[in-house]
């Protein structure tokens, strides 16, 4: 298969981690007899700095003639710590869901098992965890008007919704829950917010047309608390933009590192992939950062495209670094951890050649940018 794949490393750590989805998905490109094409562009504090923008035209339009998106991460302390910013980073990737259309963002959440005892939850709370948010990704409060009074001394941010943005994804999600366990369950706070209702009104009228699946309804302080508590009560999520931004982050500590979930967003032409944590700038250019959760993206991107046993020698090679502790700090318990770079080479060598890396692993030199 020929692919145009779009780069956007961002900012922080966001091109060291994609420097290593890259590096995997060429290791498919070879493996399994494809041709990606990989282009870069600029986008968040780098574009700002470079162009004045946090999305210039060229990359937006390179997104648009190309197959599919590889993102990094976006945020740059130089604008955060600057209340008086007038343009910020996160700006770049707002405007670009828009324009590309992406209103459906899916992150699927389940635990390895190596790693269970990263999370600061419980064992038997989180074993066997396995379910995916859909967060829609284009309207609310986000993209609704804003203003500031001429004094600066209060301000508003209005949240809209319409019944084509809620179904569009709402359809996405039971059609997801249809093929796994049949349960959905909608987060919204329809107890004081008009769109809320309108998303509960919706999802209710939409259900019908799936008989089977069980739909559960929670307000979203509530699911907030039942995500850390029972988080296997879950299989699919469905909800609006700002409770899914939070309700994500808040559930990758389940997983014990925001730094191994990855994230698809959807749009009706165009494709992005993602990991979902942030840009990290303490972390950037120290070589330490987590590469899985893009990796993981990479390997979406190839599910995307039907390329299913292309994502899975991903997914298990993903596995075996965890299983022999080729990973950064953040997941490892061993006095020897490895390098951003050296989990990204160990991927790849186990794609193209799992029995000779296996017979060399003890060879590897963690903590350094090579493969011996």
């Known amino acids: ?91 770049g990737l707002l405007k670009l869901r828009k324009e590309l259309g992406l209103y459906a963002n899916i992150r699927p959440l389940k635990v390895f098992e190596p790693l269970i005892h990263k999370s600061p939850i419980k064992e038997k709370v989180i074993k066997n965890t396995d379910f995916i948010i859909f967060r829609e990704l284009t309207g609310g409060i986000y993209y609704g008007e804003k203003s500031t009074s001429a004094d600066g001394k209060s301000a508003s941010d209005t949240c809209n919704y319409t019944e084509h943005e809620i179904d569009r994804v709402a359809h996405m999600a039971f059609k997801s ?117 893009t990796i993981l993206s990479a390997a979406m991107l190839l599910e995307h495209f039907k390329l299913y046993e292309e994502a899975d020698a991903i997914k298990n090679a993903v596995e075996k670094s965890i299983e022999h502790h080729i990973t950064t700090p953040d997941i490892n318990s061993t006095k020897k951890f490895a390098h951003t770079s050296t989990v990204g080479e160990f991927i790849s060598e186990y794609i193209i050649d799992k029995k000779n890396i296996l017979y060399h692993v003890e060879n590897i030199s963690l903590g350094q940018s090579t493969i011996i």
């Open 1 to 91: 298969m020929k692919l145009k794949i779009a780069v956007l490393a961002g900012d922080g750590v966001g091109p060291e981690v994609c420097e290593q989805g890259v590096k995997v998905l060429k290791a498919i490109e070879k493996k399994y007899n494809h041709e990606f094409t990989f282009t870069h562009g600029l986008v968040g504090g780098s574009a700002l700095s470079a162009k004045g923008v946090p999305l210039p035209d060229e990359t937006l339009e390179l997104c648009l003639n190309s197959d599919a998106i590889l993102f990094g991460a976006i945020g740059d302390p130089k604008y955060e710590n600057s209340p008086d910013a007038k343009i910020r980073p996160e700006e």
């Open 177 to 293: 829950a249809k093929s796994r366990r049949k349960k959905l369950t909608l987060i919204d706070k329809a107890n004081v917010l008009e769109t809320s209702r309108l998303w509960r009104k919706r999802v209710k009228e939409l259900a019908k047309q799936y008989p089977e699946v069980v739909v559960d309804y929670l307000y979203v302080d509530n699911a907030a608390m039942k995500i850390i508590v029972n988080p296997r009560k879950f299989d699919v999520i469905l909800t609006e933009n700002l409770f899914g931004d939070i309700l994500s982050d808040e559930a990758s500590v389940i997983s014990g590192s925001i730094g191994l979930l990855a994230s698809t967003s959807i749009g009706e032409k165009s494709v992005l992939f993602e990991p979902i944590h942030g840009s990290f700038p303490r972390m950037k250019g120290k070589n330490l950062a987590n590469p899985l959760a």
